[in-house]
């Protein structure tokens, strides 16, 4: 079965400090994979996401994330960190047909 | 073009009161889905629909109803609401061609039963 799995619930980095959330998936067809962010209150907004083709993705707000099908992995980095980052992110696959599996989320705290 | 639009915004119920969440999405996407959010569990499926006269469940069906009589329009019943259906409720529209694939949530429901 397919499965999202983002590695620690909480994140917190200062201010100006590279963001790393981690995402891991399991697949038995090549995945589509995607990265969501939530601020308080606030529906999901699309950050980026992987289709085929270049294995590093660019997004918004200066976001990117890298496919690495040998590692399954598809984590989420950001060079220098911003208060306005501060927001619970959500990584996400898509699972054949249009059903999308999601991670259980991480929310980053960014420190002054 | 409204996207993906949700009704109510909040919404307060009794134990074994029923109720019907709307979701309408004007972009004419064939498949909608509704999940719900629950702290530290992400986002759940409840039940999709691939086109209008077709729906199928998700992870989560149990205590939920959904129907597809217009591309448009993909409503969710609560038919006797329980505690446990506490929870912040998404509608999402999605639309794939060829690699391309796109999918557009609402703002959600916040739904609290007591």
Redesign the interface.
Known sequence: AQS?T?LG?HVSVSEGALVLLRCNYSSSVPP?L?WYVQYPN???Q?LL?Y???ATLVKGINGFEAEFKKSETSFHLTKPSAHMSDAAEY?C?V?VG?????????TRLFVKA | NAGVTQTPKFQVLKTGQSMTLQCAQDMNHE?M?W?RQDP??????IH?S?GAGITDQ?EVPNGYNVSRSTTEDFPLRLLSAAPSQTSVY?CAS?Y?SG???E?Y????TRLTVT
């Open positions: 999202v983002q619930s589509y995607f606030q529906g999901l699309l996401k289709t085929t083709g959500f996400a898509k047909g249009f059903k999308t599996i999601f991670g259980a989320g | 498949y889905s999940y530290g569990m992400g986002l759940r499926l999709y691939v998700g998404f999605s794939s690699t391309r694939y999918q949530f609402g703002p959600g």
